[in-house]
């Protein structure tokens, strides 16, 4: 069965102090990893696809990369509005995505 | 550009009613699904259609039926609801292409359902 384990759970970080959210996970035949970013109140919004171990991906702030066992999304020098709820999703087979339970990420200003 | 849009976005049922919660997308994608969200459980996937004229179970789909109305349209219906339905749903749609693995979803904003 497909695994995704995100953690923590819950990020509290002060503006400009970097760090990095984890999401491991156990599969057969990875197709591609995905992070996405969900705002309180709305649907998830896509951020990045990795296919392949030592692949990386930047946008703004924002730098994924994927192992054969985990992906990291790292978050450098974070402003208030990076704060989001992260989801980690991987697809084999099947081209169904299974999410991970997310990292809730707060930025203080 | 509308994208994936839902309605409606909050609804209060009694056990044992019945509703249905609809979606649509104008981005000609052949795929689209039905999540559910709880608190500490992430998404969950409760039907998908793959294509027009196709439906097939995920993980949770006790209790929920679906159609496929056409390529625009997927609704997905609770006959007899119930307290453990009680949930946010989300709507999302994809352009699969077999072979590329780009199956990144669009999602609507989401419909709060609290079944008392």
């Known amino acids: 069965e497909d695994q995704v384990t995100q953690s923590p759970e819950a990020l509290r970080l002060q503006e400009g102090e970097s760090s990095s959210l984890n999401c491991s996970y156990t599969v057969s035949g990875l197709r591609g990893l995905f992070w996405y970013r969900q705002d309180p109140g709305k649907g998830p919004e896509f951020l990045f696809t990795?296919?392949?171990a030592g692949e990386e991906k930047e946008k703004e702030r924002l730098k994924a990369t994927l192992t054969k066992k985990e992906s990291f999304l790292h978050i450098t020098a974070p402003k208030p509005e990076d704060s989001a709820t992260y989801l980690c999703?991987?697809?084999?087979?099947?081209?169904?995505?299974?999410f991970g339970r997310g990292t809730s990420l707060i930025v203080h200003p | 550009n509308a994208g994936v849009t839902q309605t409606p976005k909050f609804q209060v049922l009694k056990t044992g009613q019945s509703m249905t919660l609809q979606c649509a997308q104008d981005?000609?994608?052949?795929?689209m699904y039905w999540y559910r969200q709880d608190p500490g459980m992430g998404l969950r996937l409760i039907y998908y259609?793959?294509?027009?004229?196709?439906?097939d179970k995920g993980e949770v789909p006790n209790g929920y039926n679906v159609s496929r109305l056409n390529k625009r349209e997927f609704s997905l219906r609770l006959e007899s609801a119930a307290p453990s339905q009680t949930s946010v749903y989300f709507c999302?749609?994809?352009?699969?292409?077999?072979?590329?693995?780009?199956?990144?979803?669009?999602f609507g904003s989401g419909t709060q359902l609290s079944v008392l």
């Open positions: 981005m000609n994608h052949n795929s």
């Open positions: 259609s793959a294509s027009e004229g196709t439906t």
């Open positions: 999302a749609s994809s352009e699969v292409h077999r072979g590329l693995g780009n199956e990144k979803l669009f």
């Open positions: 999703a991987l697809s084999r087979g099947s081209y169904i995505p299974t």
């Open positions: 990795l296919y392949s």
